[in-house]
């Protein structure tokens, strides 16, 4: 029987840019990088001797919004994936509750194998219901909204400058009215939301719940304003987002690579892209 286990696993990221990154922090990474280029460590990060920090390890590895997968030049030597090759053929995978769930929320079969193929024997059950609460549900947290969504425009037109790409210039341009839409839309439900009575319940985050979980009217008109601005985005955001990975790839003379890199690895516009389609997927229910 083959056995994998499938997380922990160290994924390669381009270093973020923090405004300072102590010489401590960074000669951990330099050894732990060199570990593995000598083949003395597979990626996973309960097989070293001294479990680095999550401050460090966070400046090892990525995640699936900021991986650029294939068009990564170090796609072919990642730990990640390199797990994920290796699982074909396993018997018995070990995956942790919240990997199984991130798997079945995008359908099944994308990190994991297929459900239908598939026996599930979970540990620890009494967890799983929290567990899948927090991966089949979505929160929203406005300020945070309209903080990251209000920089998101400056982050881009500093791009634009850095490229002479006509086109680059075009979409930032086309993207200002839908990002001021939404900002609008998140403004009103932010007016409203300081307008509930929240109950305040010891040891838990105050809540309101609906009746019958249905929104007042006064909610429906400006939840659809902000899935429209949502989806006029989105749109927006996928052709940028479509434009890097050209770039990435090499096919794009007025759009340097590594700026293309840095951009797309280093920024959180599309986690914002993310969020972005998850608002324009909600739907709200009429009282009544």
């Not at 799983?128 to 969504?149: E, T």
């Not at 001021?180 to 719940?209: H, N, S």
């Amino acid at each position: 029987m083959i056995i994998k286990r499938l997380w922990g696993k160290w994924r390669f990221t381009k270093m973020k840019k923090r405004k300072k990154i102590e010489p401590s922090a960074l000669e951990k990474v330099r050894q732990v990088m060199q570990r593995y280029a000598e083949g003395k460590w597979d990626g996973d990060r309960d097989k070293l001797d001294l479990v680095p920090a999550d401050e460090t390890w966070s400046l090892l590895t990525s995640d699936h919004m900021q991986c650029s997968n294939r068009r990564c030049i170090n796609f072919s030597v990642c730990p990640f994936y390199r797990a994920r090759e290796q699982m074909v053929d396993a018997d018995l995978v070990i995956a942790n509750h919240d990997l199984v769930l991130a798997d079945l929320s995008l359908g099944g079969g994308a990190i994991l194998p297929e459900p239908s193929n598939t026996l599930y024997v979970f540990d620890e059950g009494h967890h799983l219901a929290d567990k899948a609460g927090s991966h089949f549900s979505y929160s929203l947290r406005i300020l945070n909204a309209l903080r990251l969504i209000g920089g998101m425009e400056k982050k881009l037109l500093q791009f634009s400058q850095q490229t002479n790409s006509s086109f680059l210039d075009d979409l930032v341009t086309r993207m200002h009215l839908p990002i001021q839409d939404l900002l609008k839309g998140l403004g009103i439900w932010k007016t409203l939301a300081e307008g509930l009575t929240f109950d305040a319940d010891r040891g838990r985050t105050p809540r309101v719940r609906f009746a019958g979980g249905r929104q007042p009217d006064d909610w429906l008109i400006p939840a659809q304003e902000v899935k429209h601005c949502c989806d006029r985005l989105l749109q927006y955001l996928d052709q940028l987002g479509a434009l890097l990975k050209e770039a990435m790839e090499g096919n794009l003379a007025d759009i340097e690579r590594p700026h293309a890199e840095a951009f797309f690895s280093t920024n959180r516009i599309f986690n914002q892209s993310s969020a972005t389609d998850e608002l324009a997927g909600w739907k709200f229910c009429k009282a009544g």
